[in-house]
């Protein structure tokens, strides 16, 4: 590769980690086509404002399948040894299959042709765990049960540090709490320059994500797969609009058709946290919302009112309203007509309640 294109090519991946990330795919995924989205230049860009240390601390909360692990915890290492080889990255995942599964594709892209020709400098030296440079930097792999004492870091990426499994198990959410407080901070090298970066889905309002947003000096990125106000690109990628309110986040993978098949199969709860990054408590019991019915001319009953029935209705019918916005949900209240006790009854909900 010599023409002035080529050269200008490499420049740009060099430069530019959004550019390299989409490179990395294509390096890591031959077989499957390369979709681009404006939610993955500006996953990238925040990760370029880690590097940059414009951010220092920051969680991404992404819906499952959205190239968050592949942009954060294989891509920009990669990309950040390529363009400062004394670097450490400590590089923590939820179980030992993802650590490793992540440690190998990362091996697997610094030792590529490619990449070997835009960043000649880097050798990888691969043990288990470690892809180690001559210069000093380094990608370390472990999980939260892992020893991280001793291993200090300029960068640390924790992706998905606990399953969907654990989500309703408050001894996990305070286990995996209690585990990022005891270790992670004191890891870092420069407690005022180093970096974290949490990247994951959410997964219950009890999740390490809710814990952090409790401390101060954190950013976030939330993409929910179906937005739920007007969104627009950051300033430094021009500020237009990204999405409105409603559409799904990336449509030609997944479609508001896919995404309301998906809640259906999964339930509104783990939907809600998972693809909306907008968990809610479990404290509703029989799998419901609670919600007062509204009157017969479809305004909600105030609390007040001589009859106000309080209903549970099913979560999905919730979330086809408040997220889908379809007309069938509860808030289009009762037909004409209809008592309220009919409404509820064929909506699917139970009253359980009913005060004069």
Not at 295 to 322: C, I, M, N, Y
């Amino acid at each position: 590769m010599t023409s002035p294109e080529s050269r200008a090519i490499r420049h740009m991946y060099r430069t530019d980690p959004r550019m390299f990330m989409q490179l990395a795919f294509r390096l890591l995924h031959t077989g499957i086509r390369y979709q681009h989205n404006w939610s993955i230049d500006v996953l990238g860009e925040a990760l370029a404002h880690c590097h940059r240390r414009k951010t220092t601390r920051l969680i991404i909360n992404m819906p499952p399948r959205s190239l968050k692990s592949v942009c954060a915890s294989i891509a920009l290492p990669a990309w950040v040894l390529g363009v400062q080889p004394d670097q450490k990255i400590l590089c923590i995942s939820g179980h030992r299959g993802l650590a490793d599964e992540h440690h190998h594709q990362a091996h697997q892209l610094m030792t590529h042709d490619r990449y070997r020709g835009l960043f000649p400098h880097v050798r990888v030296n691969e043990s288990p765990g470690r892809l180690k440079l001559p210069q000093g930097g380094a990608r370390l792999a472990l999980t939260p049960t892992g020893a991280v004492t001793g291993k200090g870091a300029d960068m640390i990426i924790i992706d998905d540090p606990q399953t969907p499994q654990q989500a309703d198990e408050p001894a996990k959410c305070a286990e995996i709490r209690s585990w990022y407080d005891r270790n992670i901070y004191q890891r870092l090298n420069d407690k005022h320059e180093g970096v974290i970066i949490v990247v994951t889905q959410r997964l219950s309002a009890d999740d390490l994500t809710a814990h952090l947003l409790k401390q101060e000096g954190w950013e976030m990125l939330s993409l929910p797969a179906i937005a739920i106000r007007d969104e627009h690109l950051p300033r430094s990628l021009g500020g237009n609009l990204a999405r409105r309110k409603g559409e799904a986040l990336h449509p030609v993978r997944e479609n508001r058709e896919d995404l309301r098949i998906q809640m259906l199969r999964m339930g509104a709860r783990a939907f809600c946290a998972q693809y909306q990054q907008d968990p809610y408590p479990n404290r509703h019991h029989r799998g419901g919302v609670y919600h007062t019915a509204p009157h017969s001319d479809g305004t909600e009953a105030e609390h007040k009112s001589s009859a106000v029935f309080f209903a549970q209705l099913p979560e999905e019918l919730f979330v086809l309203d408040r997220v889908f916005g379809e007309q069938n949900g509860f808030r289009a209240g009762p037909a004409p007509m209809m008592s309220t006790e009919k409404w509820i009854e064929r909506h699917g909900g139970m009253q359980i309640n009913r005060t004069a």
